[in-house]
């Protein structure tokens, strides 16, 4: 729980469980170096990407290991109501 908990406070990353298909929306949103933001999308569990906006290829390669190791968790946390709500804080 600490993990995604991290994640969510450094990262920026915003999590939403879709009903009623059950997918989960990743939203990440960055500062950029020119006062405006960097963004992308992903839907797990399918890990589709969608509206990458500022991103590099080597920092999506970054974000995709980084939700790819941790999409367990955030799926959990969001079936969950989110990770506020997780039992082991």
Same mark, same amino acid.
């Given at each position: 729980m600490?993990l995604?908990?991290?994640?969510? @406070?450094?990262?920026?990353? &915003?999590i $939403?469980k879709? +009903? *009623?298909?059950? %997918?989960?929306k990743?939203?990440? =949103?960055? *500062? #950029? #170096? +020119?006062?405006?933001f960097? /963004?992308?999308?992903? $839907?797990?569990?399918?890990? @589709? $990407?969608e !509206?990458? !906006?500022?991103?590099? #290829? =080597? +920092?999506? &390669? @970054? $974000?995709n290991?980084?939700? @790819? #190791? !941790?999409?367990?968790?955030?799926? =959990?946390? %969001? &079936?969950?109501?989110?990770?506020? /709500?997780?039992?082991?804080v």
């Open positions: 600490a995604v908990h991290l994640l969510v @406070r450094i990262f920026g990353l &915003q $939403w879709c +009903e *009623p298909h059950g %997918s989960v990743v939203y990440i =949103e960055t *500062p #950029d #170096d +020119e006062g405006g960097c /963004n992308a999308t992903c $839907w797990l569990p399918d890990f @589709r $990407w !509206n990458v !906006n500022g991103y590099t #290829d =080597e +920092e999506m &390669q @970054r $974000w290991k980084l939700i @790819r #190791d !941790n999409a367990h968790l955030i799926i =959990e946390f %969001s &079936q969950e109501g989110g990770i506020l /709500n997780a039992t082991a």
